[in-house]
């Protein structure tokens, strides 16, 4: 069964972008330095992407404060990146990182639902602790990556999976993020499965999810 298209106008998705803009405008300055501890597998996603390709062209849907951009610089220096987030005040952290290192990442203040459009297909794009929290919308955000990618190009994608625990479900949804196992069946079906995994975090207290997908030719 085909899942409910979510339209490119949908007043509910309008909404929940400008409370998730406003969210992050409070939260930019402690993001760095309180997050390490829930955000795990960012660096093991990007390894798992050097094992498989070397990406030219990349782009990072909620870029958010820069960090992870950098560690795909790191990993991939002669590439082209890009940041895309929907938070000024999150950008204008990672704009300060690029520039403290000189970083070549353009940054793109917006929404993501639909494709950019550029002139060149990329090569790979990530969303990294992104999906959970585009709600609604998740759905138009792959499906505008997939048409934003080449033929071939893969999506690469770590977040949030489910928990056992309705009490930490209701929290995190307190602070936008949808733990229900969702995205990852989602991926499957829309991209050519490279790799995947689910793993626990905090002793089972909740599951994060990574999974590298090929752009499907049909």
């Given at each position: 069964m085909s899942e409910p298209r979510e339209s490119l106008t949908d007043p509910a998705?309008?909404?929940?972008?400008?409370?998730?803009?406003?969210?992050?405008?409070?939260h930019a300055r402690l993001y760095d330095s309180t997050r390490w501890s829930f955000l795990f597998g960012r660096s093991r996603l990007i390894q798992a992407i050097a094992a498989h390709r070397q990406p030219r062209r990349i782009l990072e849907i909620g870029c958010g404060t820069g960090?992870?951009?950098?560690?795909?610089?790191?990993?991939?220096?002669?590439?082209?990146?890009?940041?895309l987030d929907l938070s000024a005040d999150m950008l204008?952290?990672?704009?300060?990182?690029?520039?403290?290192?000189?970083?070549?990442?353009?940054?793109?203040?917006?929404?993501?639902?639909?494709?950019?459009?550029?002139?060149?297909?990329?090569?790979?794009?990530?969303?990294?602790?992104?999906?959970?929290m585009i709600n609604p919308g998740?759905?138009?955000?792959?499906?505008?990556?997939?048409?934003?990618?080449?033929?071939?190009?893969?999506?690469?994608?770590?977040?949030?999976?489910d928990t056992p625990s309705a009490?930490?479900?209701?929290?995190?949804?307190?602070?936008?993020?949808?733990?229900?196992?969702?995205?990852?069946p989602h991926l499957n079906g829309r991209c050519q499965p490279i790799t995947?995994?689910?793993?626990?975090?905090?002793?089972g207290g909740w599951r994060y999810f990574s999974?590298?997908?090929s752009k499907r030719n049909d």
């Open positions: 998705a309008e909404a929940a972008s400008v409370a998730l803009a406003r969210y992050y405008r409070w960090g992870n951009l950098l560690r795909l610089l790191r990993q991939f220096p002669d590439a082209t990146l890009i940041g204008a952290q990672a704009r300060r990182k690029a520039s403290a290192r000189s970083a070549p990442i353009t940054l793109l203040h917006q929404r993501y639902d639909q494709p950019l459009q550029l002139d060149t297909p990329l090569d790979l794009i990530v969303f990294s602790y992104c999906l959970s998740w759905r138009q955000a792959v499906a505008a990556a997939l048409r934003d990618l080449r033929a071939g190009g893969l999506l690469a994608v770590v977040d949030f999976h009490r930490f479900s209701r929290w995190m949804a307190l602070n936008h993020v949808r733990m229900d196992a969702h995205l990852l995947q995994s689910v793993r626990p975090a905090y002793g999974f590298i997908g």
